[in-house]
């Protein structure tokens, strides 16, 4: 046997998985890795197989357990103390994701429109009130992905630069448990200060309906609670700043794709899918542990090991997606797995395409004449993160 491959493989184009993927993807279906932590694992690059392991109820997603493949240094300590729910096994799991579901059904989130367009179009004011130039993930990608969970959650809006940072450090492979730790800390210091203030004086708001049906009739804990908003608000910002940021580089760098969403606006949600499939900037999110031995394909995966399955090399995959690299918006793409499968799909789906498509549709029309202050080749990748992006996205107009 070979030795295993070190894994994570870093990106080298913004809008593609690594080059071996493809690779390990037509050669075997698992292959054997071994983690920064030093820890051994497989990773799974097939759709069908990706797909089925994911839905299947033979895997583990908690993170306590001795081989979880946590790739971060800091990760797993931290996890097994804050508990997040997307890493923990039903009926845990189960009871915590109740607690959201309803809150973020395709309906609500059509409710949302409004008010997302509207903190679109004031972080676009703001932006181009100063002289031409900006770091678009700062100025609008993070504004407008942190803005839209305050506003559903229930937030000030004035912790943005603490919730950006508060995710770079608790998402960060070299980040230790120590460091990870003191970043959950402050943002749970802030929540448990608003369920605190909620208890007394409830809103309208999602916060606010957790703990009046939830926390006080003692459906759930206050920990239990904190680390439900602790994880929504670090998973949904970071991811739809990513793509955000993502898609916008993509768009202005195809002058062709550019001008076949302008020209025709309905096909926006199809475009939303493709992007999402391109990118998969969720790629190794799906970390797990075989609870029986798996076959994939031929290859055995036994029981208590750690697994990732990998939704960049699922979703490039030519099984699945003829010609896999071209972006096509008239695709359809809806069987991708940026969002995850099973039990474990993500929560907020719906409103993260509400975001993207109201925040590309936005700066298309509001800013015609956007483009790279850089070449596309120098702008900083950050492969050192849970979920894929850009540190930075220099623009001008």
């Given at each position: 046997m070979t030795d295993p491959l070190a894994f994570p493989l870093p990106r080298t184009c913004p809008f593609a998985p690594p080059d071996?993927?493809?690779?390990?993807?037509?050669?075997?279906?698992?292959?054997?890795v071994v983690l920064p932590t030093g820890r051994p694992a497989w990773i799974v690059t097939r759709h069908a197989d990706v797909r089925a392991l994911l839905g299947s109820s033979d895997v583990s997603s908690?993170?306590?357990h001795p081989n979880f493949p946590a790739m971060g240094a800091g990760e797993q300590e931290a996890g097994a103390r804050s508990r997040p729910f997307i890493r923990t096994d039903p009926p845990e799991h189960t009871k915590y994701r109740r607690l959201l579901?309803?809150?973020l059904t395709v309906r609500r989130v059509r409710a949302m429109r409004p008010a997302v367009q509207g903190i679109a179009d004031a972080a676009l004011d703001a932006m181009l009130a100063g002289p031409p130039g900006a770091d678009l993930v700062t100025a609008?990608?993070?504004v407008v992905s942190t803005s839209t969970i305050c506003e559903l959650i229930g937030l000030p809006n004035e912790?943005?630069?603490?919730?950006?940072?508060?995710?770079?450090?608790?998402?960060?492979?070299?980040?230790?448990?120590?460091e990870v730790g003191a970043a959950l800390g402050r943002l749970f210091q802030l929540l448990a200060d608003l369920i605190t203030l909620r208890e007394k004086e409830p809103g309208t708001d999602l916060l606010s309906r957790l703990v009046t049906e939830h926390l006080l009739p003692g459906r759930v804990t206050r920990q239990e609670l904190l680390s439900t908003i602790g994880i929504t608000v670090i998973a949904g910002r970071e991811t739809t700043t990513s793509m955000i940021s993502l898609a916008t580089l993509l768009l202005l760098t195809r002058p062709d794709l550019r001008a076949e969403l302008t020209g025709d606006p309905d096909l926006m949600d199809g475009a939303v899918d493709e992007l999402l499939r391109v990118m998969s900037v969720t790629d190794t999110i799906p970390l797990?542990?075989?609870a029986r031995d798996l076959d994939v394909g031929g290859t055995v995966i036994p029981e208590g090991d750690g697994f990732i399955a990998l939704l960049a090399a699922a979703d490039h995959d030519p099984a699945a997606f003829p010609d896999p690299e071209k972006v096509d918006f008239r695709r359809d793409a809806r069987h991708h797995l940026a969002f995850g499968y099973g039990i474990h799909v993500c929560v907020g789906q719906h409103l993260a395409r509400l975001e993207l498509?109201?925040?590309?549709?936005?700066?298309?029309?509001?800013?015609?004449?956007?483009?790279?202050?850089?070449p596309a080749d120098e702008v900083p990748m950050n492969n050192a993160s849970a979920t894929f992006g850009l540190d930075s996205l220099p623009v001008t107009w």
């Amino acid at each position: 046997m070979t030795d295993p491959l070190a894994f994570p493989l870093p990106r080298t184009c913004p809008f593609a998985p690594p080059d071996d993927y493809a690779r390990l993807r037509a050669r075997e279906p698992a292959t054997r890795v071994v983690l920064p932590t030093g820890r051994p694992a497989w990773i799974v690059t097939r759709h069908a197989d990706v797909r089925a392991l994911l839905g299947s109820s033979d895997v583990s997603s908690d993170i306590r357990h001795p081989n979880f493949p946590a790739m971060g240094a800091g990760e797993q300590e931290a996890g097994a103390r804050s508990r997040p729910f997307i890493r923990t096994d039903p009926p845990e799991h189960t009871k915590y994701r109740r607690l959201l579901v309803p809150e973020l059904t395709v309906r609500r989130v059509r409710a949302m429109r409004p008010a997302v367009q509207g903190i679109a179009d004031a972080a676009l004011d703001a932006m181009l009130a100063g002289p031409p130039g900006a770091d678009l993930v700062t100025a609008y990608a993070n504004v407008v992905s942190t803005s839209t969970i305050c506003e559903l959650i229930g937030l000030p809006n004035e912790h943005i630069a603490l919730f950006h940072e508060i995710t770079r450090v608790s998402g960060g492979r070299n980040s230790n448990a120590a460091e990870v730790g003191a970043a959950l800390g402050r943002l749970f210091q802030l929540l448990a200060d608003l369920i605190t203030l909620r208890e007394k004086e409830p809103g309208t708001d999602l916060l606010s309906r957790l703990v009046t049906e939830h926390l006080l009739p003692g459906r759930v804990t206050r920990q239990e609670l904190l680390s439900t908003i602790g994880i929504t608000v670090i998973a949904g910002r970071e991811t739809t700043t990513s793509m955000i940021s993502l898609a916008t580089l993509l768009l202005l760098t195809r002058p062709d794709l550019r001008a076949e969403l302008t020209g025709d606006p309905d096909l926006m949600d199809g475009a939303v899918d493709e992007l999402l499939r391109v990118m998969s900037v969720t790629d190794t999110i799906p970390l797990r542990v075989a609870a029986r031995d798996l076959d994939v394909g031929g290859t055995v995966i036994p029981e208590g090991d750690g697994f990732i399955a990998l939704l960049a090399a699922a979703d490039h995959d030519p099984a699945a997606f003829p010609d896999p690299e071209k972006v096509d918006f008239r695709r359809d793409a809806r069987h991708h797995l940026a969002f995850g499968y099973g039990i474990h799909v993500c929560v907020g789906q719906h409103l993260a395409r509400l975001e993207l498509a109201v925040a590309l549709e936005t700066l298309l029309r509001r800013v015609p004449t956007l483009r790279p202050a850089v070449p596309a080749d120098e702008v900083p990748m950050n492969n050192a993160s849970a979920t894929f992006g850009l540190d930075s996205l220099p623009v001008t107009w």
